[in-house]
């Protein structure tokens, strides 16, 4: 049943093109216009099907609709909303899907005229894939979509927001913008930075030991490449923008690193053991909640599963 008539796109990458494929094969709204930078993107749009019609700028492709998705880099929100602003229907919504709130809050609120409704949104699911064709229909099923609304934030409006994320599959929560930037930089902020790290230490040996750190790479090693391969523009838009929760973090883990060091300098075993175990039983609970599987995961695709990136939460 379609939840909305048209549906505007702005960025058509993973996301976005997710967004596309969901919606189509849920029949969520009647049609989706579309805006990228590059005509290179707006063509891939509309040669595989994502929009009916694609735009050289987001003005356009937002005229009509009654769903706004800012689907572009964090850093790239304030400058799009300033655009489409004069163009937006009024009780129109808009949303968007960026990994940071606050900080999109800050750059996009502004420019929301009165009669508009902002929702801000981020969708905990992800692929380290970029890009229009890097989209499929169940990236968000069974995953968390987080929703920031205010005290002021229309009611009516929330409820069929909320409608179209649970109808792509997603379980929808809501939470202020600064409790969602902590519990993320917990989450996924400060693990990227971390295998962004362990990659970097390791590309800077491997000049060392020649190929061997690739040729011999074990699983964690791996999980980290995998993680460390997600696009540079994304993540670097996160961590300028969502500085100071992930700096808290980051402080937090740096005690925790020295502490370790500390235990295996010392040889205190117990410690390690006991430290391992608490860590443990955090996966064992992640599995229970339905968040990941407890299939063994030596970095082979599983017959069955898909070849478009193993999804998880952003
Ligand atoms: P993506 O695959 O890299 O696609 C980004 C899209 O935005 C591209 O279509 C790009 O156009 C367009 N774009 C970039 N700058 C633009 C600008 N100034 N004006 C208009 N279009 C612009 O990105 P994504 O992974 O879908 O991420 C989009 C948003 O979702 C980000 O805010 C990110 O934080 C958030 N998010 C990402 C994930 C994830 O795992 N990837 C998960 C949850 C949320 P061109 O192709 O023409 O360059």
Redesign the pocket.
């Known amino acids: 049943m379609a939840l909305y008539d048209r549906v505007a796109l ?9 967004m596309a494929h969901a919606m189509r094969q849920g029949g969520l709204c009647r049609e989706i216009t579309g ?8 063509a891939t749009a509309l040669e595989i099907g994502l929009c009916d019609r694609v735009f050289e700028t ?1 003005a356009e492709a937002v005229k009509g609709a009654d769903l706004v998705v ?5 850093g ?2 304030g ?2 909303a300033a655009e489409i602003a004069p163009h937006l229907e009024r009780g129109a919504t808009v949303t ?5 709130k606050q900080a ?1 809050i800050d750059a996009v609120q502004p420019h929301i005229p009165a009669g508009v409704h902002f929702i801000p949104g ?11 064709r ?2 499929f229909a169940t990236l968000f099923k069974n995953r968390w979509w987080l929703l920031t609304p205010t005290d002021t934030t229309d009611p009516a409006a929330l409820a069929r927001l909320r409608g179209l994320c649970e109808a792509m599959g997603a379980n929808v929560d809501t939470m202020d913008a600064p409790h969602h930037d902590l519990v993320l930089a917990v989450t996924s902020h400060t693990p990227h930075l971390i295998a962004y790290t362990m990659v970097g230490v390791a590309d800077h040996l491997r000049r060392v030991t020649q190929s061997e750190v690739i040729r011999y790479s074990a699983a964690g090693f791996r999980d980290f490449t995998r993680i460390a391969a ?2 540079p ?2 993540w670097r ?2 961590f300028l923008t969502n500085k100071e929760a992930t700096l808290d973090i980051l402080g937090r883990f740096t005690e925790e690193l020295f502490a370790l060091q500390r235990a295996i300098r010392l040889g205190d075993g117990d410690h390690l053991h006991e430290y391992f175990t608490r860590t443990r039983a955090i996966r064992r609970g992640i599995i229970e909640a339905g968040q990941d599987t407890s299939a063994p995961d030596f970095g082979r695709v599983a017959e069955g599963a898909t070849t478009t990136g193993k999804v ?3």
């Open positions: 702005i960025g058509l990458g993973l996301i976005a093109s997710s805006h990228a930078r590059s005509a290179e993107t707006r987001a800012l689907a572009v880099p964090v790239a929100m400058a799009v968007d899907v960026g990994s940071v999109v981020h969708p905990l699911a992800g692929t380290e894939h970029s890009g229009p890097s989209g997600s696009d523009t994304m838009d996160v998880r939460e952003r």
